[in-house]
């Protein structure tokens, strides 16, 4: 039987997919781990362990210990947040995965997922329909440690048999978390300031395209993959995944269809240098093919279950 850890369960993808987890199998085979001593409360349906995962004997001893089958490996510090903490980035982006990657070397968890991202591409790659296999070279803290983590955990599979799995996430949009430091988060942001003050500063400028996915097809792309047979998993690197593209324009303009009075302005920060060296769109091929993927949320449908959901009040 199953027994899954969420390492990062308080971020933005983690208590969404430990709900999915927990629903697919049941809510005592799926612990959610965070590095706060309180369990967020869109998780308290379920077991929850205070864990560091920079603290390698602890996470060691709880996995042994517990006898834990499955890891998702999701703390990070994202990109924008990681420019300015460069070091600690590298750090708790890197350390992590190799206490992870051990413990199943030695025979300890049968499968792991860990994250990779948009950000592994840089400024030399192509940036429409990005391909699978493709120059690389990330501009950001970030992206450096999401390529070498891939490198790492395609080494490990190779090596020594490590069941790794790893998708690279386009940006990610949510109703149930606030934004947590990522370049892309103007495209939540937007939606909480649109219903509070029907205005919003975009830290990037109008025209910049970049490939974004409802958080609900990312979770559903996550299960599906950790489920699907090894010998369809051709990829142990990380799978290019797509879910719709569109610019800061683009997505006022469509917000504006339900909220009319709407206004956007843009103010460019830092953060456009990074968008600028990632991908408009993504080639996602591979991740149709070997495992039958297939995205379920456009850019309509997205707009109008964000502006349904979102709670401006969480922003005070």
């Not at 560091?52 to 060691?60: E, M, Q, T, Y």
């Not at 924008?80 to 890197?94: G, I």
């Not at 998993?233 to 879910?243: F, K, M, Q, T, V």
Request: net charge negative; charged share 25%; glycine share 6%.
């Amino acid at each position: 039987m199953k027994k899954i850890l969420v390492i990062g369960a308080g971020g933005q993808i983690g208590s969404e997919l430990v709900l999915a987890l927990r629903n697919k199998y049941s809510a005592e085979q799926v612990i959610a781990s965070d590095v706060k001593e309180e369990c967020p409360e869109i998780i308290k349906n379920g077991p929850y362990k205070q864990l560091d995962i920079l603290n390698r004997d602890a996470v060691r001893e709880y996995v042994i210990t517990n006898e834990i089958t499955d890891v998702y490996l999701l703390a990070a510090l994202l990109s924008a947040t990681a420019e300015k903490h460069p070091d600690f980035a590298w750090k708790l982006n890197m350390e992590g995965l190799f206490t992870i990657l051990d413990l199943a070397k030695e025979g300890y968890l049968k499968q792991i997922f860990w994250p990779s991202s948009i950000a592994v591409f840089g400024p030399t790659t192509p940036n429409v329909n990005t391909p699978q296999y493709t120059v690389m070279e990330p501009s950001t803290v970030y992206g450096i440690s999401k390529q070498a983590g891939e490198r790492w955990c395609e080494y490990y599979n190779k090596k020594f048999n490590v069941d790794v799995r790893s998708i690279r996430y386009p940006g990610l949009i949510s109703y149930t978390s606030l934004p947590g430091g990522g370049t892309t988060d103007y495209a939540v942001d937007i939606f909480y300031k649109a219903k509070k003050d029907a205005k919003y500063d975009c830290f990037l400028s109008e025209n910049t395209e970049l490939p974004m996915m409802y958080m609900a097809d990312a979770i559903r792309a996550t299960v599906e993959l950790m489920q699907a047979p090894a010998e369809n998993i051709s990829i142990r690197s990380a799978y290019n995944l797509s879910g719709c593209s569109f610019t800061p324009a683009e997505l006022a303009e469509n917000i504006q269809k339900h909220v009319p009075n709407f206004t956007i302005t843009y103010s460019p920060d830092f953060r456009q240098q990074i968008a600028d060296s990632w991908p408009k769109s993504i080639d996602d091929s591979y991740a149709r093919n070997d495992w039958g993927w297939k995205e379920e949320f456009g850019t309509d449908k997205m707009v109008e279950i964000m502006l349904e959901n979102v709670n401006p009040a969480l922003l005070d």
